[in-house]
């Protein structure tokens, strides 16, 4: 399905949206250096019922980067203005990585204006985090992200990539190929301006310092679904026992060959996933059901 980009300005600052389909509203929300366009594949999947809904969060993609909060709340307050300003009640929440976190910020404040929550390999959920995105937040980061952006080292890197593929090695995985390429995006000042600010909400040089766990408790009412790759080197699938602690009733996915973006790595099985999650009958209120425990594909 052709994709179909809307912008809307939302407090005085222009946000970019994919909008297809129609039916009951799906809110895709990204991750951290990356954009909608990463859920392309699964947009065009899910228009066929749904009404799809995938923004640029502000700082990222074409939306704007404008000075200011970059909060978890911040983002979850933008979203909520999202829907109002396209006149949906709720949607169904889809949240990557930094996104998880959002999505479970916005259930938490705004609990009206998600129907079902999906978290794929979400942040928030506990300390452990990749290294490299805990040396991001470090005080001198910004005289060494305009190098790891630039078009010279990328150029490099694009034909040592190249080279790989040409003399038959294994294969670079989706997951890899998205993180690198992300990495682009931060040659831009306000883009990476707004990383920093972003990544320093949520992350100090000992890893994740904004957990959700406290709170997940008020979400057990609510149809959860917790998808992620086994092989996550950004944020562990361990973290996983986290919210399954919390929520017991809640459905989990392990795709077990993918990584930090199982949706990449493993688009069918992935979509299979979410569209039998998302068309299931509503669980009954208070009603609840047994847990059926991580299912695994090989």
Known sequence: MPEQTRFLELH???MALTDVGSGPSILLVHGMMSARTTWADQWDRLAADHRVLAPDLFGH????????????GAHAASLRDLLDALDVPSATVVGHSLGGG????????????????????????????NPLLRAATLPGSELVLPVLASGWLHGVGDSALRLWRRVGLPAVSPSSTQAWQSLTSLADADTRRAFLATSRSVIDAG????????????????????????GDRMIPSSHLEAARAE???????????????????????????????????DRPAGEITAPAGPSRTS
């Open 247 to 281: 929520l017991p009733h809640s459905r989990v996915e392990i795709l077990p060959r993918s990584g930090h973006f199982p949706h990449l790595d493993e688009p069918d099985r992935f979509a299979a996933v979410l569209a039998d999650f998302v068309r299931a009958p």
């Open 207 to 230: 890893g994740q310092t904004v957990s959700a766990r406290s709170r997940l408790s008020g979400l057990t009412a609510r149809e959860v679904l917790l998808i992620w790759g086994a």
């Open 61 to 72: 993609g074409e939306s704007d980067k404008p000075l200011g909060d970059y909060s978890l």
């Open 12 to 14: 005085g600052h222009r």
């Open 102 to 129: 959002i999505a479970m910020q916005l259930a938490y404040l705004f609990p009206e204006r998600v129907d079902r929550l999906v978290l794929v390999s979400s942040g928030g959920l506990g300390r452990d985090l």
